[in-house]
């Protein structure tokens, strides 16, 4: 059965700045499958989304500068990615695995047919690639349709007496990802007041597609390269087809020193707080109903603001790039 995320999968996001040129999406295009493929290799691998950054959220004007689509429209951005106006680009990839092992293990087996892919990409990188990964810690997300399958799923919801999902459309949607630093002690607390204004958004907000709350867990480094000199240096001594010989890095050897991502997390724990939107305009009045609506303004206040170790949280905006995001359980 096909279902939609699956609560305690580890998602890893593979950040990189990229130049916004013509180059850069020829690139995406022929690589980009190639490491799919390759991943795929993992049984633990679940799916993936490649997400591109269109803005920000202007947060009521304290980001005043921010647009949330860079662009003409959505439509020019769904169009040719280069039709946005920032430069460099965030290109944030998700990864979805049964559990944090199974991207670490991917990484160590598929080394050196990944070490060729992504020296293949190094020069269109501006900064990264970094790679965080994550637990999902609460999600309410549909599953991803195309608009032909939109009677089938609303049909077999109400053949089961089922409430219809919303309809999460391949390739269509925004996405608001903030970043939310918690004070020490006050995760639960947040947790709890996150889901009830999620929950709230979901149910009232015009457009607003679904969510999930993401926990870091640590951070990748043989998926990014960083290994123990001299393989740093190595590493880019060569096009590609020469991987360096040594999979160690600075933390040691996957399955010996660690089966979990080794760069600790540091500082108060990070959440990312994602939510999909239909449109430009229901994400930018959605996010902005907790301020100008007091009842959620209350509960999004004493439930996530007031459990914060930095104010506010900023959110990024982006739109599919590439996905598969289908899920057999
Ligand atoms: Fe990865």
Known sequence: MIQGVKKGAALAINQAAVANDPQTFEKMGHIGPKVCLTTANEPGFLGFHAFLQTGTHPLGGRFGAAQVVTADSLEAVIESPHNLRLNPLNLWQ?????????HERMHYEQYDRIFELCAGCLD???DGPWEPVYTIAEANMPPIIGMTDVPRVMGQAFAR?????????????LVALGEHHVREGHEQAFLEGAVKTLELLQEHAPGMIGWMILEKQGEAALSTFQLEPP?????????????????RTNFGEFGKDYT???????????????????????LTFGLALTGVNPKLRRIHDEG???????LPPYYRVFAPAMEDMIFFH
Request: charged share 25%.
């Open 231 to 247: 393989a740093f240096w190595e590493s880019l001594q060569t096009l590609g087809a020469n991987p360096p010989k040594s999979r």
């Open 260 to 282: 979990s991502p080794p760069i600790p997390i540091g500082g108060p724990k990070e959440y990312q707080v994602h939510m999909e939107w239909e449109s430009p305009d229901a």
């Open 124 to 126: 269109m990188v501006v």
């Open 304 to 310: 996530v603001l007031a459990h914060l170790a930095k």
């Open 161 to 173: 007496q089922q409430e219809p999902p919303k309809v999460r459309l391949a390739m269509r949607r």
């Open 94 to 102: 998700y990864t979805l695995w049964e559990d944090a092992e199974s």
